[in-house]
């Protein structure tokens, strides 16, 4: 094992689970922080209009994010069951073909989020007055999402050994640049937005070179192999070649079903081999079928079965906001930007929450390829642990001094009025997020990938969609019902999850989970 990895399959896991979150939510706040530099920088250089133009911009920019970090995320399974098996071959395969994947659909989405922005903009009812704005700032800040995207999948790879620190400082260097390169390019440049955004895209840049370099220096430690293997032209093509004529589904049930820990057959009184009723098929040819798929090289395949029900959820609930981000852009500028703050101030507590459901995932997997399911349930017991200690001084700090946090953002008194009420309605119920965090990860890791991924779609679309009529038919908009939406589809999705966690444990997994 290399420097910087944890293993999960082994021994106690409190200061493992701390040791993985801790960094990946300090790489967060770290991303955060840059991130909110643009806002914080444009807001007093130029105002609130151009502050909501950045925060009309937002959800847009989240739904193609949202993709990436689905896609990502269905790599670090994929890795941290290979990790957890010791198949050094088939990480080198993820690897191979995660870069290709965020390259190709980076180039497409940039173009695609270049042509329509304008259109889906007007969908979003934005403002006039701001409109112009918010067009420039989201083309420019897109031309930056392929380097997002592959800092995601080999970042994702990293993690997937249990090594957060790396990508954590990687972060902090490109942060820090994009802040340097704000202030020097919003006094250089006529437009503040452009400055932004610009700068935004060139430590995305940075970023990508950083993470690359690494990987290329330390392929021997990671893959725990003869690197050159990763590079040989070889002549195979099919090495990234998608399944043919398979659903996303079935390729989801066959990649999490499968068991890579080996022979797993049981010994009976008798001392004849006995298969357990977990490990059995439902016939012969899904069984030849997993095997087939699980043991082929078509690895893109696999990171579209396991990432796509996770990058659909992530931007499925980035379009349910947008009903709301609609709602909330006819309360006029002030409450605007105050939920712009908001939604800034609110990653706080949100990105600790989704740390702590991605170490779930982690060690979930590596379990799962070590053939040690039992551990599941300990995994979990210690994340809602460690994510209740972390959550709960937040959400009190952030009740607390909304107004002086609402301030940073914006000093006019509407926002900070605005920004207060929300963040006092919202922040006491992340506690509820968290669990959903946890629970959602908790059903993926256990194969019902796309079981979480309806919930999530009944929820905070359904809900959300339903609750959002209802408003605006019996013309009710305000900031208080608003934010009452969010909580309670949060609330819904948790019930939901808990009940089918609680047949899981009992049906899918049976003994092997205490």
């Not at 198949?87 to 995660?98: A, F, G, L, T």
């Not at 993470?211 to 290329?216: D, F, G, N, P, Q």
């Not at 060690?363 to 070590?370: E, M, Y």
């Not at 009420?421 to 890791?445: D, G, H, K, T, W």
Request: proline share 2%; hydrophobic share 50%; aromatic share 10%.
């Amino acid at each position: 094992m290399g420097k910087g990895e944890i293993l999960f399959t082994e021994g106690p896991l409190n200061k493992k689970i701390l040791k993985f979150v801790l960094p990946l939510v300090m790489a967060y706040f770290i991303q955060q922080a840059y991130s909110s530099a643009d806002l914080i920088i444009v807001g007093h250089y130029m105002g609130k209009n151009a502050s909501a133009a950045i925060g009309a911009s937002s959800l847009l920019i989240t739904i193609a994010i949202g993709l990436f970090a689905g896609l990502a995320m269905g790599v670090s399974m994929l890795f941290a069951r290979a990790y957890g098996a010791g198949d050094n071959e088939r990480k080198k395969k993820i690897y191979h073909c995660s870069y290709r994947v965020a390259i190709g659909l980076g180039i497409g989405v940039t173009a695609a989020g270049f042509i329509f922005s304008p259109y889906l903009l007007k969908l979003m009812q934005t403002p006039d007055d701001i409109f112009e704005l918010t067009v420039i700032y989201f083309r420019i800040y897109f031309l930056g999402i392929t380097f997002m995207a592959v800092f995601e999948m080999f970042a994702s790879i990293i993690r997937a050994v249990g090594n957060s620190s790396v990508p954590m400082i990687f972060q902090t260097i490109a942060g820090g640049i994009n802040v340097i390169l704000d202030l020097i390019l919003v006094n250089i440049l006529d437009n503040g937005i452009v400055a932004v955004s610009v700068a935004t895209v060139i430590a995305q840049g940075i970023g990508v070179v950083l993470i690359s370099v690494y990987l290329a220096k330390n392929m021997r430690k990671i893959f725990n192999g003869d690197t050159n293997a990763v590079y040989e032209k070889s002549g195979k093509t099919n090495e990234c070649e998608e399944i043919k004529d398979k659903s996303v589904e079935a390729a989801v049930g066959e990649l999490n079903n499968h068991d890579t820990s080996g022979d797993r057959t049981k010994k009976d009184d008798k001392g004849n081999d006995k298969t357990s009723v977990k490990d059995a098929p439902a016939d012969n040819n899904r069984e030849k079928s997993k095997e087939k798929y699980m043991t082929s090289d078509n690895i893109v395949s696999a990171i579209f079965a396991l990432g796509m029900p996770v990058a659909l959820q992530t931007m499925v609930m980035s379009i349910s906001n947008m009903f709301l981000q609609a709602n909330i852009n006819t309360l006029g500028v002030d409450t605007i930007t105050a939920y712009t703050a908001f939604f800034k101030i609110e990653l706080f507590i949100y990105y600790p929450a989704v740390s702590v459901g991605q170490a779930l995932l982690i060690a979930s997997n590596q379990n799962i390829g070590a053939g040690k399911t039992e551990r599941i349930s300990l995994v979990i017991k210690t994340c809602l642990k460690i994510g209740l200690a972390m959550i709960i001084p937040l959400e009190t700090l952030e009740t607390i001094f909304a107004p002086y946090l609402v301030s940073i953002f914006n000093s006019e008194p509407g926002v900070i009025e605005v920004g207060t009420q929300i963040i006092r309605i919202i922040a006491p119920f992340y506690v509820v997020y968290l669990i959903y965090e946890c629970m959602s990860n908790a059903v993926r890791a256990m194969g019902k990938t796309i079981t979480a991924t309806v919930v999530s779609i009944t929820t905070f679309v359904g809900l959300r969609t339903f609750l959002y009529i209802i408003i605006n038919v019996l013309n009710i908009q305000s900031v208080v019902n608003v934010s009452v939406i969010y909580i309670s589809t949060w609330c819904l999705a948790v019930v939901l999850l808990m009940i089918i966690w609680n047949k899981l444990r009992k049906t899918a997994v049976g003994n092997d989970m205490a």
